[in-house]
């Protein structure tokens, strides 16, 4: 039998070709002869045929392709505030001044006065203890470190009490049980899912006693005939018995935003002011990087901060630059209001949203706005509503033309609607609506709708 298929090209010769039309980006040689070797055998494991453009380009392309780095910037029409997948809270500019600063040599663990070994968490512990009224606090990779940390400094061989209404799994793999069984504590179950008393808390004291967790509801809501121990009484009645408060907080709301209609989602100050100590993320609405901040009375931080889970779980200097300086506008109200991204977004006017789509519509042809909502997100705020303007860019196929949204440079993230595609304003940053633009016209063309 003959072999109908079209001959491939050798290596070596679509190497020379690539070479020679100067098609190699620069790359490295290793990634040039890959780049080809793969072009080949995905024509060869398909129908063989020369694919557009020619062999060479074809290889210049995946050449490109390769070059690119994985993790990329995108553009997020979502109205999703704090969308985990995409990074959670965007930074606020001095925090991005901070790090690209601090980037090279940086006084991590130096102290310039002494000229000796400083320590990493002390860039930032003065901060913490203004913006959240606790004696002392330590910073770690994340809440979830966080938990695990504090649970093993404090309660490892003995017991932790807990409600069976907060035995909750939040994002995915964070589950409250698996976090004690990891920190080395026993979980000692109180209540019901629906109501747990002081009493039940105050029956299952024993010996062995080393604290009572209270974990945050974050992504859902018990609504009905629901009881909760709230923190000051819990601290009330535990600190006589020498048993801690930790209050797994969530999203470390240092501002009441009640005024804007944002409530249920409880703040980091009070819980400290009545003695618990207090975990909470870092890039949640607080509008940091990544990190999970542990905050309250000295001696029990002290008792963290000697814990061997803390060198395991320190934070590298981007992130100490960047918490810093994200730590350093709330000292002014209106500056974090204004200057922290995911604040400003969370209380952004409607009447500025209904603006701002009317003027991205206008100059995408066909588009239209409608009313929407918007959402915190990363379990913050579950329940809000937040009213928006939605631009509606028609679509046969609007799964399609994400897609071809999702191709752009920078990518852009949105959402699908009933024949339309949807762009939320909300979480757009500056310079983002004249990308959104192009990048729509250039995803039409590619998806095949006309607009
Ligand atoms: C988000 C969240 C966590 C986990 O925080 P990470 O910073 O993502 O590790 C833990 N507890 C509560 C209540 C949360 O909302």
């Not at 780095?69 to 965007?90: E, K, M, Q």
């Amino acid at each position: 039998m003959t072999d109908a298929r079209p001959a491939l090209p050798a290596v070596h010769k679509l190497l020379a070709e690539v070479e020679e039309r100067g098609l190699t980006h620069d790359a490295p040689r290793e990634v040039i002869v890959q780049a080809i070797r793969e072009t080949i055998d995905i024509a060869r494991s398909s129908d063989g045929a020369t694919p557009d453009g020619g062999w060479a380009q074809a290889a210049s392309r995946r050449i490109r392709e390769k070059q690119k780095p994985s993790l990329v910037p995108v553009v997020n029409a979502t109205g999703v505030i704090l969308h985990t997948n995409l990074g959670r809270a965007p930074l606020p500019d001095v925090a991005r001044e901070a790090i690209a600063r601090t980037a090279g040599y940086a006084t991590l663990e130096y102290d310039l006065a002494t000229g000796e070994r400083g320590s990493r968490q002390a860039h930032l512990r003065t901060l913490l203890r203004e913006v959240t009224g606790a004696e002392d606090a330590l910073v770690v990779t994340n809440a979830a470190a966080a938990m695990v940390l504090i649970l093993n400094a404090v309660a490892a061989g003995g017991e932790t009490i807990v409600s069976r209404g907060e035995l909750v799994e939040i994002g995915g793999a964070f589950r409250i049980p698996d976090i004690l069984e990891k920190s080395g504590s026993a979980l000692i179950e109180v209540g019901t899912t629906n109501r747990t008393r002081l009493r039940d808390y105050v029956a299952a004291l024993s010996p062995r006693t080393r604290c009572a967790l209270k974990v945050h509801r974050s992504n859902f809501r018990l609504s009905g005939f629901v009881t909760e121990v709230e923190i000051p009484e819990l601290v009330e009645a535990m600190e006589p018995r020498r048993v801690h408060v930790i209050h797994d907080i969530g999203s470390g709301l240092l501002l009441d935003l009640s005024s804007h209609g944002l409530t249920g989602e409880p703040l980091v100050q009070p819980s400290i002011e009545a003695g618990a100590t207090v975990v909470f993320s870092g890039d949640k609405l607080l509008g940091g990087p990544q990190a999970g901040i542990i905050a309250g009375p000295a001696a029990v931080i002290a008792q963290a901060a000697t814990n061997p889970f803390t060198r395991a779980m320190r934070p590298g200097k981007t992130v100490v630059a960047a918490l810093e300086a994200t730590l350093a506008l709330y000292r002014d109200r209106p500056t974090a209001m204004a200057k922290i991204p995911t604040l400003a977004m969370a209380t952004a006017d409607p009447d500025t949203l209904r603006a701002q789509a009317a003027e991205l519509a206008a100059r995408i042809p066909g588009a239209t706005t409608q009313p929407g909502t918007s959402s915190v997100g990363g379990g913050s705020f579950p329940d809000a509503v937040l009213p928006t303007t939605l631009v509606a860019v028609p679509a046969e196929h609007p799964e399609t033309l994400l897609s071809a949204l999702r191709a752009q440079e920078p990518a852009v993230v949105a959402r699908a609607g009933e024949g339309r595609v949807l762009f939320d304003p909300r979480t757009l940053q500056a310079g983002d609506g004249d990308h959104l633009v192009r990048a729509t016209a250039a995803a039409r063309q590619m998806a095949g709708e006309t607009g």
